[in-house]
């Protein structure tokens, strides 16, 4: 069956423009977290979603923000982007929290100038 | 949340077993131990997970201590395509957050 989707995969944005970044999960995986990974801090947790519902959130400013929709795909969203928000950005699934292994994405790539 | 600690780095040499330690002294009774990998240019992988008991699976094997203080992952026989970062995570027991330390980078060579 297909693996995480995350869309798109490579985006070039200027400061203080927003982005909106998309990952379409396992089907039938109804859980989906976001990380973020940068060279400099390495792999940090954003946010997870269970059923349409924020379940956890990490350390990261309010202009850092998602959803999941009815069908399980989820949206983050970063506005008034800065420089330091250049990062590979990594979706993973699971069936719902707590069930073992965790599926990545392959990410998306966002260079802010 | 609790921290784990790995060495930076370490080497094999293919075919050879391959010992990944990971020190974890504040983990709490809720807490499973998960390994993950990450190739270069591709999101981690999920290796192999725990609570108490050793567990094996088709890529490792994982050795948890009796205190559950610490862990190895075994590699029975590296590979070339092994080579990657593999990280040592606590994640606690109703969460699908993961906390990624700096991980281990394992090189293999032929």
């Known amino acids: 069956k297909a693996g995480v989707t995350q869309t798109p995969r490579y985006l070039i944005k200027t400061r203080g423009q927003q982005v909106t970044l998309s990952c379409s999960p396992i089907s039938g995986h109804r859980s989906v977290s976001w990380y973020q990974q940068t060279p400099g801090q390495g792999l940090q947790f954003l946010f997870e979603?269970?059923?349409?519902?924020?379940?956890n959130k990490g350390n990261f400013p309010g202009r850092f923000s998602g959803r999941q929709f009815s069908n399980s795909r989820s949206e983050m969203n970063v506005s008034t982007l800065e420089l330091g928000d250049s990062a590979l950005y990594l979706c993973a699934s699971s069936p719902a929290p707590n069930t073992g292994e965790l599926f990545f994405g392959e990410g998306s790539r966002l260079t802010v100038l | 949340d609790a921290k784990t600690t790995q060495p930076n780095s370490m080497e094999s040499n293919e075919e050879e077993p391959v010992h990944l330690p990971c020190n974890h002294s504040t983990i709490s009774g809720t807490d499973y131990i998960h390994w993950y990998r990450q190739l270069p240019s591709q999101g981690p992988e999920y290796v192999i997970h725990g609570l108490t008991s050793n567990v094996n699976n088709r890529m490792a094997s994982l050795a948890i201590a009796e205190d559950r203080k610490s862990s190895t992952l075994i590699l029975h026989r590296a590979t070339l395509r092994d080579a990657a970062v593999y990280y040592c995570?606590?994640?606690?027991?109703?969460?699908?957050?993961?906390?990624f330390g700096t991980g281990t980078r394992l090189q293999v060579f032929p």
């Open positions: 995570i606590l994640r606690d027991w109703d969460t699908d957050k993961l906390i």
């Open positions: 979603y269970f059923s349409e519902t924020q379940r």
